[in-house]
């Protein structure tokens, strides 16, 4: 069986670990089964490499689901895969992705199936001379040291990239403050996206799994609002399942610059994707219409990219920027922390974050990691209007 740009889609409406368990397994057998999938002896060392992106409860939706997390364990378990470790590098490198993990239900779960936590409070550097833009990563030792990554992405938005999935999730990594200094050095959505395409054509996880069971619209993210996709995908590449997600939102893959790099650096691809079910196989679009959700809250205007001057002049009236809600403001200070510029953007004054936006080269890091979701990204009407109505 031919399983290159394949994705399995299973419905699953809980998080009932039953259920999850069973919707896991069926999507592996779609494509042939794990040991199909995997091909790997099974002394292999095996890294579980679920979205600890914050230490928030699971209900957020902003981290892999605990059940995901352990369906996926004990499959590969139950395969003879039994050198398995976990592990993840939160957003905010003060926060040990263990106590991520315990906030949200994963610390347990692996404490069920007796899988340890790996060592991700070192950095070692790698160097990529093959790289597009990045020619060497500082990344957590145990990255360095499995066989292979099994990616347990979530289905969410991104400010920055638009959506997160399998392909950004590898950004946790990049060992710590690492992923801040990334943020500055590659500022755009598209030279972030090409970095990233970088990073996946070191790592090259083994498989890809996504928790869309309840996944994350608008704000996200990790102050977006959860949303009932009811959905759990799996494939061998990424970038065919980022792009069944956008499918699933009515986002055109094309919009998205992971998707775009890592396809334009052959890390998989986002056409011709064959969607396989219980029911038979689909293209995308079909599954899109029969499995997806228009309504999904997620940007999917276009930015002006062209030269003609005048359509330049429209640009700006697209741009989105982040703003503080006042009366939700704590002034931790940690928006101020992940701010990647050296001079900072966003300073506390008087008890609240205040921005300097003639600084601010939107990246958005200062939005992903407030705790109490008090950055929003303000849309234009015209941006509003347009991820209302510009669908596929
Ligand atoms: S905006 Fe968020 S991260 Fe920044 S000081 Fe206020 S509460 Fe803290
Ligand atoms: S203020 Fe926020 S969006 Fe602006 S550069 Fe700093 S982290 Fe990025």
């Not at 394949?6 to 069973?22: G, T």
Request: with cysteine; net charge neutral; aromatic share 6%.
């Amino acid at each position: 069986m031919n399983i290159g740009s394949k994705v399995a889609l299973v419905s699953c409406d809980s998080y009932d670990y039953d259920k999850v368990k069973e919707a896991v397994d069926k999507a592996f057998d779609l494509l042939g089964g794990l040991n199909h999938l995997l091909n790997m002896p099974k002394e292999s060392s095996l890294l579980l490499k679920p979205n600890l992106l914050a230490k928030v409860g699971r209900e957020k939706a902003c981290t892999t689901d605990p059940a995901v997390f352990a369906a996926v364990g004990e499959a590969l378990q139950e395969s003879g895969y039994k050198n398995l470790t976990y592990g993840d590098s939160p957003g905010n490198p003060m926060v040990p992705g263990e106590k991520v993990a315990e906030e949200c239900g994963i610390k347990d779960a692996a404490h069920r199936l007796r899988i340890p936590v790996g060592q991700f409070d070192e950095g070692l550097q790698v160097d990529f001379p093959q790289g597009r833009v990045e020619n060497k990563f500082i990344l957590c030792r145990e990255v360095t040291e499995t066989d292979g990554i099994i990616n347990i992405c979530k289905m969410k938005t991104h400010q920055l990239e638009r959506i997160t999935g399998a392909v950004k999730n590898t950004f946790g990594c990049v060992y710590g403050l690492n992923k801040s200094a990334a943020h500055a050095r590659y500022a755009t959505a598209e030279v972030f996206g090409k970095m990233i395409a970088d990073l996946n054509r070191l790592l090259k996880p083994k498989l890809h799994i996504m928790d869309g069971i309840v996944a994350m619209e608008g704000n996200g993210p990790q102050s977006g609002t959860p949303k009932a996709m009811n959905l759990v995908l799996v494939s061998k590449d990424p970038v065919a399942l980022d792009g069944l997600f956008c499918h699933l939102v009515s986002l055109n893959p094309e919009l998205v610059p992971t998707n775009v790099s890592a396809m334009e650096q052959s890390v998989g691809t986002y056409r011709d994707i064959q969607v396989v079910t219980e029911e038979g196989i689909l293209t995308a679009s079909e599954a899109g219409a029969k499995y997806g959700d228009k309504s999904f809250d997620v940007q999917r205007s276009s930015g002006y990219r062209g030269t003609l001057a005048p359509l330049k002049l429209l640009a700006p009236l697209l741009e989105k920027k982040p703003i503080v809600k006042k009366a939700l403001c704590i002034g931790c200070g940690i928006c101020v922390s992940s701010c990647p510029l050296k001079k900072k953007a966003i300073e506390i004054s008087e008890g609240k974050a205040v921005y300097d936006y003639s600084r601010c080269i939107k990246c958005y890091c200062c939005q992903e990691m407030c705790p109490e979701e008090a950055i929003t990204v303000k849309k234009s009407l015209i941006a509003r209007i347009a991820d209302r109505n510009w669908m596929l």
